[in-house]
């Protein structure tokens, strides 16, 4: 096993070639900075009627509650932006990233090459791969990736994509 900067390297580099817009890798951690903020806005009631994220906090903070022994979070970005509009103008709006087929299936499909080459070319691991369908705080995730920051939307902001992307995750138990 190389170190785990030229893993780094090689990961994102397969991760732009499988079509990814940018690839980032952050330690495993308890978000320290992330988690006051979630506790006050769940506590404020800005969550409305999305009880689900009253569940699992601990989980939300910390990628070891979710993979044991996790130690990297590796972050892509996957484009949605469509020059396609909307042909009815009077037809209610639908968002851009509906116009395509399902991302959750996109992204995921990619992500499991991803996850397969890194047990191929980085060394045996054990991981879970992650596309907004866990208790996982991507946009921090992105954030301490590299890949962008939050802006005051709440979304990841990434100086060349801006927001036009969706975020998928791979908690894995390499050092990377």
Same mark, same amino acid.
């Given at each position: 096993?190389?170190?785990?900067?030229?893993?780094?390297?090689?990961?994102?580099?397969? +991760?732009?070639?499988?079509?990814?817009?940018? +690839?980032?890798?952050?330690?495993?951690?308890?978000? +320290?900075?992330?988690?006051?903020?979630?506790?006050?806005?769940?506590?404020?009631?800005?969550?409305?009627?999305?009880?689900?994220?009253?569940?699992?906090?601990?989980?939300?903070?910390?990628?070891?509650?979710?993979?044991?022994?996790?130690?990297?979070?590796?972050?892509?970005?996957?484009?949605?932006? @469509?020059?396609?509009?909307?042909?009815?103008?009077?037809?209610?709006?639908?968002?851009?990233?509906?116009?395509?087929?399902?991302?959750?299936?996109?992204?995921?499909?990619?992500?499991?090459?991803?996850?397969?080459?890194?047990?191929?070319?980085?060394?045996?691991? @054990?991981?879970?791969?992650?596309?907004?369908?866990?208790?996982?705080?991507?946009?921090?995730?992105?954030?301490?990736?590299?890949?962008?920051?939050?802006?005051?939307?709440?979304?990841?902001?990434?100086?060349?994509?801006?927001?036009?992307?969706?975020?998928?995750?791979?908690? @894995?138990?390499?050092?990377?």
């Amino acid at each position: 096993m190389e170190n785990p900067q030229e893993n780094s390297r090689k990961i994102k580099q397969k +991760a732009l070639e499988l079509g990814f817009l940018q +690839a980032g890798i952050a330690r495993a951690d308890h978000l +320290a900075d992330d988690a006051p903020r979630l506790r006050r806005w769940l506590d404020m009631g800005y969550h409305g009627s999305m009880g689900y994220m009253e569940k699992h906090f601990e989980k939300r903070v910390d990628p070891r509650e979710l993979v044991e022994g996790a130690r990297s979070v590796v972050v892509v970005l996957q484009n949605y932006f @469509t020059r396609e509009k909307q042909h009815d103008e009077s037809a209610p709006r639908i968002s851009k990233y509906a116009y395509g087929k399902d991302y959750h299936h996109i992204v995921r499909k990619k992500l499991h090459s991803l996850y397969a080459y890194m047990g191929e070319h980085i060394g045996a691991h @054990t991981g879970r791969i992650f596309v907004d369908s866990a208790p996982v705080l991507e946009r921090a995730w992105g954030r301490l990736a590299g890949l962008g920051w939050i802006g005051k939307h709440s979304l990841l902001l990434n100086r060349k994509y801006g927001s036009w992307f969706f975020i998928g995750v791979i908690i @894995t138990d390499l050092e990377l």
